[in-house]
């Protein structure tokens, strides 16, 4: 393991300590088996209740609980929380094969030269060289390699490391307990500020100890406080911006992608927002890729053989396959699978594959949910192999076994063909479909899969679809985001969406060759929610002279249009309207000789 | 600055269209102390020309001069704060703001805005005028929760604050406040009053207008005032002298909604539909809200339609609008629309011509 | 609905709404306090439009009275109860039972137009629906239908003018015996 001299500053809501930043110091001594901590060891972190992170609506909680408990059951006593690090003779493989030199990091080497020869600039130029940023943004998913990518780094070139990292929330007994002993709450955004504006103005200080009091320094900023509400932020916003523009130490800035979200998905937007942001404020980006199959497997044989685990080739590719480019999860599913040696790969696959081509970047995982589901980590992998089910809609036509007696009877017309697939709301399942994504991805696609003289048939698609919005949109109503009733409606609309596609498709069109697309809707949703805000912005300048506010719907329908006629551009100064006279006649047709004693110019036509 | 504008009533004196209503007022705030207001009707049918000349009335000069402010609430919501954003309006003796902007949460805006007005109230200068008033927007968008807590604040605070309300349909807003308020109908002016300020614009202007041309626009217009004027402005800009059937634009979206109008009646298919969608997306992205998408394919459709299909039509129109309301993307439930009357449209002609 | 037991322990004061008589006589006495002129008309229609409340009918003389003055006529009155003039409703009424499409889309239009409330409209029509005389009830009883919906739908925020015209379309086919089920419904 190399020598790593990490000064990390992080905040800390201990009773031992005060509430404010401060410089812990945590010193490594150069051995192969210790367990790194990144964090104040000391600190006594309060384990988060296992599987927190994972009731996100997914209607499978109960097979990932499963999952889980085998961890535990394997490893008592290790619990699987976010910072936990203790000491312990059974750890994480993730730290413990954490890569120790620049060769050994399964990221691109490409990449890593591009990060490693930014830092050398910034750290060569004399200090006061104006005109070029500090700051540089490494994006990515989480797993890629980014964190490792700059502590290495580090290391190489000589650079000592100040790292801040998002310390844990305060829990509502601990905010009450501070508050009991007086002290103020203090959110972790202005922490963070109070943070950023300290290292603007004094520069980072390097510690004494290390006895070398001009060595270079590197800040890295590990994930960025989360923040709540659109004013939280532009706070964020403006201060790393400052950051960005005022800023002498390099000074790295991890954001973690999350890659094609729905826009609805608020967090995703406004990362984009400030990532934009932040570099047309100056700072350089460099984007992670997700690792690719092979360098993914060549760390996990290379563990497996230190690990003295007997994996065979074709199950390190799966899970490879699986992780989605995330080598961090990877790691954590091999050791999973090592723990338990007798776990059969369900490699069944009773599923005809479909005929659908890989067309496009995400490539289809062929083989069965089953396995997926335990390690599969990137859902729309398996997203778009439920997807191509449900929109092909392929039936027995042979086979047609004699009803059963007691089995309901339908109408003529309303009667199918048996599914030549598992039930839906299995591959639902399987795929860890949410339903909102799924209803999106249908409504994109279904039309091309309905044969052209269809058109009941269509509408039929269409309806059930408006029946499942009619779901989602009674759930996204309720505030209350861990209820019961939540889940059933998302389950209930995702079922609605996949079987109302699979019965009114009932005349597919011949399979032909189908792209399966993203839904457009979603950027037609952020453009038009950019545009409203625009309008919003202007529509005081809209009016123009009158000293009201319009309403959006009015400024799209009738201002606009009208000024694309008129050519009209608004100069006028709104806060400065001046009154009108005060001897005004009363405004009357009949009068030919009324005149308003009017401020304004009129244009000469 | 725009016809619209520049020729809007500053004064209650002033107004032509509504001259009954801006009498009335005139009397109310000079005699009286001014009560609670609700404005509703019609949209271009001069709610705001009225509430903005009554301020005048109210306030004097000063309450033209306006200050945009784009202000950060940070509210107290018990074990929480919300963080909004909002922009109001306001002059010395009055603020503006659209409560419905800032989505579901309106209701803590609306508790904040008021309880702080009321904390600055005015001194009492002539005797008369020791209050501020509150001027709300599109109270017909706020959610019932917020209603309801407007209708609580409106009792506790009326003593230092005055509310002006200002909506499109009053059936929306509940009927506690319609009962604290003094509500006042302002219905959309006849053509024959939109003619009659036509042409007092133009006189302005110095415009020559030929016969029935300003009966023309205000037929076009549809009873909306504010349409006519910017219908009349396009008209000059696009010729002068007028000729007596120079053609009047329309609208760019409405242009676009005939042609989709005409693409359903011409092919009805699932291809076709697809490429319905593409262009309502169009629609979408350019802010018009769909429910005046929904309406007016609706009114071209009716205009081709046989009578027979007609009440069909309208029936699926309003059975979808209803739902798009409960729903939350508006495209699935204009798509299926679209796609049901094609259908039934396509049944009609088998039936029809085999 | 109060529980029986509860009920039952208690004294029960019956409030009846009030008579015409009464109401006008308040009234009367108000109008004389704050010198209000009020001809029978507007009487009439004050507790016509007030429905036995009193408090109703004292709030909508005070609003007429601020808007319009001392003198106050049926017509005042009626505009600021928010009460839609019945020659509206006839007229909707009238071109619902004509059969002409065109001509029911024209009175929904004006409605909608006039400012007039369509939840109000709705009720004021099921008055007139109810009572007609020459309506078998198997008609009224579609057209009661159609305006529970539309009630409905307009609380939960629909369209108005949509709502309204879908109710003038079920209430023209009910009044003219068109078929219930549409001929092209899949």
Partial sequence: MGKRNNIVISSSDDEDYEPSSRLTRSYQKPKSTSSLTRTNPSRAKKPRLPGFRLTKQSSNVDEMRLAFRDFDEVLNGFKVSAGSRRSNPKELWVDKHKPSSLEELAVNKKKVEEVKSWFEERLMTPKDEVGRSSVLILSGQAGVGKSATVHLIASKIGAQLCEWNTPTPTIWQEHVHNSSAGMKYTSKLDEFENFVERVRKYGLISSSLNGNSKS???????????????????????????????????????????????????????????????????????AFNPI????????????????????????????????????????????????????????????????????????????????????????????????????????????????????????????????????????????????????????????????????????AVASYLGDADLLLATSRRTLNRH???????????????????????????????HAIRKPKLWQIEQSSSHNQNEMLRQRFMEDGGSSSLSEVSVIATEYRPVLKWVGYRKARDVETHESEDESVKRMSIDEEESEISDDDDIEDW | MLWVDKYRPKTLAQVIVHEDIAQNLTKLVTEQDCPHLLFYGPSGSG?????????????????????????????????????????????TNHVELSPSDVGFQDRYIVQEIIKEMAKNRPIDTKGKKGFKVLVLNEVDKLSREAQHSLRRTMEKYSASCRLILCCNSSSKVTEAIRSRCLNIRINAPSAEQIVKVLEFVGKKEGLQLPSGFAARIAEKSNRNLRRAILSFETCRVQ??????????????????????????MKEQSPKRLFQVRGKVYELLINCIPPEIVLKRLLHELLKKLDAELKHEICHWAAYYEHRMRLGQKAIFHIEAFVAKFMSIYKAFLIATFG | ????????????????????????????????????????????????????????????????????????????????????????????????????????????????????????MLSQLFDVVVEADDVP?????????????????????????????????????????????????T
């Fill in chain 1, 216 to 286: 270079s320094i590197i800040l890295v900023i590990d994930d960025l406080p989360v923040t709540n509400g659109r004013s939280a932020f532009e706070r964020l916003q403006r201060c790393l911006v400052l950051l960005v523009r005022s800023t002498r130490v390099p000074t790295a800035i991890l954001v973690t992608d999350y890659g094609n979200a729905d826009s609805s998905d608020l967090t995703a937007r406004w990362l984009e927002e400030l990532q934009l942001t932040l570099e047309s404020a100056g700072a350089s980006k460099v």
């Fill in chain 1, 292 to 459: 690719t199959n092979n360098s993914i497997k060549k760390t996990l044989s290379r563990i497996c053989r230190q690990e003295l685990c007997n994996v065979a080739a074709e199950e390190i590719d799966l899970i490879a396959r699986a992780s989605g480019g995330d080598i961090r999860h990877a790691i954590t599913s091999l050791q999973l699978f090592c723990l338990k040696p007798n776990v059969e790969l369900d490699l069944s696959s009773s599923n005809s594959t479909p005929s659908c081509p890989k067309e496009n970047a995400n490539v289809l995982n062929e083989f069965s949910g089953g396995f997926s589901s335990q390690y599969g980590r990137d859902e729309t992998l398996t997203l778009f192999h439920a997807l191509g089910k449900f929109l092909h809609n392929k039936r027995d036509t042979e086979n047609v076994v004699a009803l059963d007696q007691n089995a309901f009877r339908v109408g003529e017309k309303f009667s199918r063909l048996p599914f030549k697939m598992d039930s839906p709301e299995k591959i639902l399942c399987q795929a860890h479909g949410q339903s909102r994504p799924i209803t999106d991805f249908l409504h994109e696609n279904v039309l091309d899969f309905v044969s052209d003289e269809a058109m009941d048939d269509a509408w």
């Fill in chain 1, 483 to 513: 209820s019961e009733i939540e889940n059933v409606l998302q389950s209930a609309a995702a079922s609605v969406a996949v079987r109302g596609v699979l019965y009114g498709n009932f005349h597919p069109s011949p399979s032909r060759w």
């Fill in chain 2, 47 to 91: 709610k705001k020309t009225l509430i903005m000349a009554l301020l005048r009335q109210i306030f004097g000069p000063s309450a033209e001069k306006v200050k945009v402010e784009n202000r950060n609430w940070k509210i107290d919501a018990g074990s929480r704060t919300i963080d909004l954003e909002l922009t109001t309006l306001a002059s």
């Fill in chain 2, 239 to 264: 010729q002068y002298p007028f000729t007596s059937n120079q053609a009047i634009p329309p609208m760019d979206w409405e242009e676009y909604i005939s042609e989709i109008a005409t693409d359903i």
């Fill in chain 3, 1 to 120: 609905m109060i529980i029986e037991p509860l009920a039952s322990r208690c004294a029960k004061f019956r409030f009846k709404p009030l008579s015409d008589e009464i109401m006008s006589s308040r009234i009367l006495h108000i109008c004389d306090q704050e010198g209000l002129n009020l001809d029978s008309e507007a009487l009439s229609t004050l507790s016509s439009i007030s429905q036995g409340d009193l408090r109703r009918a004292i709030t909508y003389l005070q609003g007429a009275a601020r808007l319009f003055g001392s003198s106050i006529s049926s017509k005042d009155l009626l505009s600021v109860s928010g009460v839609i003039p019945v020659e509206v409703v006839e007229a909707l009424y009238a071109a619902c039972k004509s059969g002409n499409f065109d001509l029911a889309n024209k009175e929904v239009n004006n409605v909608i137009a006039e400012g007039y409330p369509v939840s109000q």
């Fill in chain 3, 137 to 185: 009830d198997e008609q009224k009883a579609r057209i009661c239908k159609s305006l529970a919906e539309a009630d409905k739908r307009l609380v939960d925020g629909a369209d108005e003018y949509l709502q309204l015209l879908d109710v003038a379309s079920n209430t023209m086919r009910a009044l003219c015996n068109m078929p219930q089920e549409f001929s092209f419904e």
